[in-house]
Structures are given as C-alpha cells and as structure tokens.
C-alpha cells in the first residue's frame, strides 16, 4: 500500500480545471470506489472536451463537433458537481479553499483534497493581443475561429513548426492555402528530435506545398484597422496574411497560484504519487504537474494527453489507499500530411543512433541511445505494432546495438 498522508476517502475532492486530466481523475476516482463528493471546476462555459482534435478534425470541417470528455449526464452518473465558467483565481492550502471568478462574483469552494488540472496556457506573440485574425489553438473557440479563416487561396503565417505549428499547416494545406512556417530553429523539432530527424519532418511539409523558412523569428504585424495583414521577420522580410497561427510553445498555468506558497518552478512540483511538495491535501496532474517519474532522477513535465490519464489513475489509486500504477513512459503524438508521428521515451537524452525509412513514405525509425549505448527514445511513423516493440525495449533498457539486429533489421 502507498504511504498516504491524508485520510483515505476524504469527505470532498475538489478538481480545479476541466482538462484531460481533471476530468480522468474524477472518473478514475469513481472506478477506484471514492464514494465522496467530487466538484469539477471548468472555466469554460461548455462541458469538458478533448484538445488534440482542436488542431485536427475541429479544423478539418465547418460541422465538426468538439469530442466529449464527460456529458452533463455522465457528470450525474458518477454524481460530479460541474461547475462551468468558474475560474481559479487564488488557492489558501492552510484553510483549504479554492476562490473562483464566476457568473455572479467570486466564490469560496472548500475542500479536503484538492487536485490542480488547470493544464498549459499557449504562448502568444508580443503586441498581438486583440489583433483579429492572430490565433493560438487551446480552447475550442480558438479552434472554431481559427476555421473560419480557412479558405483556398488565403495565406497562413505560422509562427513555430513544431506540432500545433505542423498540424494546423496541415489542415490549411488541404484547404488549398498558401501556408509559410516560420521556425526559429534550424530544423522543426531539432530541440527535441536532433537535425535529422528534424529534417525530415521538413520535407514533408515541403512535399505538400508549404513554404518554409528557418533560423528566423517574428519581428512584428502588421495590421490595418485591428486586422493583421503581414507578418516581419527578423531580417525584414514582409509575409502577407490572411492567418496567423502562433505554436511556440506553451507555460503551465500556475499564475492563479500566485502567493499560495506552492513550489511552482515550472509548474507544480510534486513526488512520484503526484503530491504537491510539502502539501497535505493538495496534488497535481497533466500539464501543469512537475513530478517525479520512476524512471528518471529529475523531475518532468509532459504535455500530453496520455500523460493526463495516468497522473489521474496515480492520484485516484493514492487517495483511494491502492497500489501505485506502473508509469509508463512518456509518449507524445502528433498527425501531420495524413501521417501519424509518435514518439516514446525521452530522446533529448540521448543521440539519433540508428535511422530507417523517412517521413514521406511513411515508415521513418530513429532511435536514440545515450553514451553508454541503452536506447533512451524512439520515433516511429505510421507503425502503432513497431512503436509498441520498441517501447518494450526501451522499458527493458535494451542496447542500440540488439534493436538494430532485431527490431530494425532491414526487412527484404
């Protein structure tokens, strides 16, 4: 059983934030037998939905509707109190209250757990606030305008090639746009992937018509009447638009928790069951949760979906005095151009090691391997059964040198 440091089955759990996160650790509550009060705070003012589609098929058609992460009547089911359009404004750990703006003035929502599912805020541009026509994609209104604005013939600027970049390239590409990336970097994704890898994520968006630029950033926009019409670069070049879509990056939201005394370095930190450190009552999940992962020495933070739902079995199985889930390794996905990128461990602590197939014929492998030789990350495109092989390797601490004599032998 897990060490735990607060009564098990406390009376109520107030989740803050109605993201993949907060609203899986209500129902993987339920499903654990928590028979208290739950409370989902939301700030939207629409039942919770799931984000990855918001840069997909929410943009892909006008009729396309946000995918439902809990109904008002599965909210009733599991008897959740959804409280739409409250948003956390200050958190008091000491008297254990969440303050929250909504409809009519602030409000006091007492707990005895508390879980922090407040997520990510996206980066913006500098001086584009109230600037129609310049758009991040987090909420579902984002999306919903930002798909107003595809048409064939217009132009899209997006600042970023990274995945929200390259998704929302893709759905203005299919759209007959005229779409320019603007990426900081060298190659998109070389932070994270390295340059060879990085390049060909390039290629792709090349073989499908987009233009793109590299080693530049945005110096400003231009706008007639609050409307942009251009963005310049660094180097002065001037880029017409009809679009601009910003993806560079996202901060976790945290700034409500300001003066709450929490340790929020990058987001909030926490121990291997997901507790705010230091903090009796209090946990964090998905984005905004800095924790510590049994496989590595140093805290993460991982913003993905998949993520989310196991923070929320961890957190469910601790308060309900179970044993802690295994953790699987981090995962990320992104679609691009018809093909699905995915990517599995930590690749950033290694060196591509070995490379196989590419991004435009669908069927590119790298794996990464650290100075000792052990493979620490993969990519894998459009092979969900070689992805999953992998991962077991990984899990196992598998040497580059046996993934290449098996997994990655040349097929033929």
Partial sequence: MNGFDAPVQ?????????????????????????????????????????RPPLSKEVLASHDAAPVSLLTAEEAAVLEVDVRLGRRATSLDPAARRVTVSGPDGDEQVDYDVAVIATGATARTLPG???????????????????????????????????????????????????VTLVEAQRTPLAHALGAEVGAEVASVHEAHGARLLVGRTVERVVTDAGEV?????????????????????????TDWLAG??????????????????GF?????????????????????????????GDHAQTVAAHLTGRPRPTSPLPYVWSDQY???????????????????????????????????????????????????????????????????????????
């Fill in 280 to 308: 009796r009552g209090l946990y964090a999940v998905g984005d905004v949760a800095r924790w510590r992962h049994p496989s590595y020495p140093e805290p993460l933070r991982v913003e993905h979906w998949t993520n989310a």
């Fill in 128 to 178: 584009t606030d109230g600037v129609a026509g310049v758009h991040v994609i987090r909420t579902l209104d984002d999306a919903r305008a930002v798909r107003r604005r595809l048409a064939p013939g217009r132009r899209a600027v997006v600042v970023g090639a990274g995945f929200i970049g390259a998704e929302f390239a893709s759905a203005a590409a299919a759209h007959d746009m005229h």
């Fill in 229 to 253: 019409t251009a963005v310049v670069l660094d180097d002065g070049t001037e880029l017409p638009a009809d679009v601009v879509v910003v993806g560079i990056g996202a901060r976790p939201a």
């Fill in 338 to 412: 018809g093909h699905r990128l995915q990517i599995i461990g930590r690749p950033g602590l290694g060196a591509v090691g070995a490379v196989r197939g590419s991004m435009a014929t669908g069927d590119l492998v790298a794996v990464y391997a650290d100075d000792t030789g052990r493979a620490v990350g993969a990519v894998v495109v459009d092979d969900p059964r070689l992805l999953m092989k992998v991962r077991k390797a990984i899990t196992r601490d598998t040497r580059l040198a046996e993934l290449e004599q098996t997994l990655l032998a040349p097929v033929g």
């Fill in 260 to 277: 709450s005394g929490l340790p929020l370095p990058d987001g909030v930190d926490c121990d291997e069951d997901l507790r705010v450190l």
């Fill in 10 to 50: 406390p009376g109520r759990v107030v989740v803050v934030g109605g993201s993949t996160g907060g609203v899986r650790t209500v129902q993987a509550l339920r499903r654990a037998g928590f028979e208290g009060g739950l409370v989902l705070l939301t700030d939207e003012l629409e039942m919770p939905y799931d």
